[in-house]
């Protein structure tokens, strides 16, 4: 069973930045997709950005040209830098892993982690 602990999360204004972490144990994250996921208040949770086993990386349209997901395989962690952020962006953001399927999809997604809030003041 694989254990997911996100870190990183705030309160930044407009414009700022942040950089979530995913530590995993149990499981070489590598050999598996890994997610960002976020869900706000009242809405429903959402894909952010996702990380194929073979290195390939997903964004959703919201998101693009403005966060990166990225690895350190040595560390069995996964990173997501948020720039330009947004008030739209704030929301408690989840890393899920042990993929089978589309990295688009939630449900794909066996294992999650506890979330880290967001927040972007205006």
């Known amino acids: 069973q694989v254990h997911l602990v996100e870190s990183g999360g705030g309160l930044v204004q407009a414009g700022g930045s942040l950089r979530l972490s995913c530590a995993a144990s149990?499981?070489?994250?590598?050999?598996?997709?890994m997610g960002w996921f976020r869900q706000a208040p009242g809405k429903e949770r959402e894909f952010v950005a996702g990380?194929?086993?073979?290195?390939?990386?997903y964004y959703a349209d919201s998101v693009k040209g403005r966060f990166t997901i990225s690895a350190d395989n040595a560390k069995n962690t996964v990173y997501l830098q948020m720039n330009s952020l947004k008030p739209d962006d704030t929301a408690v953001y989840y890393c899920a892993t042990d993929l089978r399927g589309s990295v688009y999809l939630s449900r794909n997604y066996n294992s999650w982690g506890q979330g880290t809030q967001v927040t972007v003041s205006s």
């Open positions: 990380r194929s086993w073979s290195g390939g990386t």
């Open positions: 149990g499981r070489t994250f590598s050999n598996y997709g």
